[in-house]
């Protein structure tokens, strides 16, 4: 199952051609966008874990990570409004903003020996800086071979898109990248390993969203270091890619990796990191970067000018202020036992899976197969009912529950009671 085929279960598919505002779309952008849902929604204002469409309706937004305090938080409003009403410009001028950030930024990640210390390189998307990130590798390593997950989506690229195979389509996986399943398994990493360095690529780097996202959520943490392991001892190096799991949304702390055990190379970031603003950067270790941050200049005209720093330093306040943290954990936990009680009465439904604020479900048919369509179903009646969730997985059967890190008690009570009536009418 391809990306694209991932995302037509849960886009747009016909009965409402007559709608202006999408024949309009149609026109003017063309079809490689995609709608969510059979009946699009037409959003026109947000506040917290609520949106609300053109005539008022609100509806709750169990899916959108990117505004991870919650939408319009006031917060990031007014530190916005503020800087943009002062400066904004790139980085080859001075400003305290970048610095004061990248500081606080690099105070969670691990404590490294002074010689290879973390350090932040700044860009727009998450697909720009793990591009970043492999060229990185690339020149540390003096290898280009990288392993990816079976349904892996690092982003949309050409470099990124050769190291994406759920994006599918026309699109190809690179001759140099070899694929394993989110299991890690030791036999496939060492397959891997091996087959890249007969092929004349080497090892530059593993690669993994470490929450397993487009793989269909495999929140497991006791696979990934043993692969680490393996990959290190060929002489590549680890790319944790946190535009997923990061800033705290598993709520084991601010990363994503802290869970495995294991402390990457580089780190990716972004989504998350403004709120909605395009910001993302990469952390890499001072040794893994010296060889090409001493050999190639770099510049991102946009990357950490001092509006998008100020919005992702009010995202950290925001984070840190409401303990979003410590609520993605004890809010995910309760919304994940209730879905699983839900899910006991209701043989369609297989694994619940995930971390903190960041669910999977399996939908299953009546032999135990993966069901997409019965998925594309329950997506599309949840909509109905004005909750948003996606779908996500190798075969497109993963109920995708990843809401605003701000989803409160309530928000579960509503979710969940919206998620029984679906079942409820699944099951007659």
Known sequence: ?????????????????????????????????????????????????????????????AYNNVASVGHCHPHVIDSVTRQLSTLNTHTRYLHDGI??????????????EQSSS?????????????????????????????????????????????????????????????TVSPQLERAEIAAAITDL?????????????????????YPDPLVLAPAVAAVRAAGGVLIADEVQPGFGR???????FTRHGVVPDLVTMGKPMANGLPVAAMAARGDVLAGFAT????????????????????????????????NAATVGADLRAEVARLAADHPRIGQVRGAGLYLGVEV???????DRATARWIVNAMRERRVLISVCGGDGNVLKIRPPMVFSMSDVDRFIAEL??????LAQ
């Open 1 to 61: 199952m391809s990306f694209s085929n991932i995302m037509d279960s849960n886009s747009y598919q016909g009965g409402q051609r007559d709608d202006p505002l999408i024949a309009a779309r149609d026109r003017v952008l063309g079809p490689a966008y995609r709608l969510f849902y059979d009946n699009p929604v037409h959003l026109v204002r947000g506040l917290g874990t609520k949106l609300f469409d053109a005539d008022g309706n609100d509806y709750l937004d």
């Open 99 to 112: 610095v004061d950030y990248s500081q606080r930024l690099l105070a969670t990640f691990p404590d490294l």
């Open 118 to 178: 973390y350090q932040v390189m700044y860009a727009c998307t998450g697909s720009e800086v793990n591009d970043l990130a492999l060229r990185v590798a690339a020149m540390h390593t003096g290898a280009t071979g990288v392993i990816v997950t079976h349904e892996a989506y690092h982003g949309n690229t050409e470099a990124v898109t050769a190291i994406s195979p759920s994006i599918g389509g026309r699109t190809s996986l690179g001759c140099h990248v070899r």
């Open 197 to 217: 360095q007969d092929s004349g690529f080497g090892v530059s780097a593993l690669i993994v969203d470490t929450i397993f996202s487009s793989d269909g959520i």
């Open 250 to 256: 598993t709520g084991a702390g601010m990363w994503g």
């Open 295 to 326: 050999g190639v200049p770099y510049f991102n005209t946009f990357g950490g000018n001092p509006v998008s720093m100020a919005a992702a330093a009010a995202v950290l306040d925001v984070i840190e202020r409401e303990r979003l943290i410590a």
């Open 364 to 370: 299953l048919d009546d032999v135990g197969l993966p």
């Open 420 to 425: 029984g009536e679906v079942l409820a009418s």
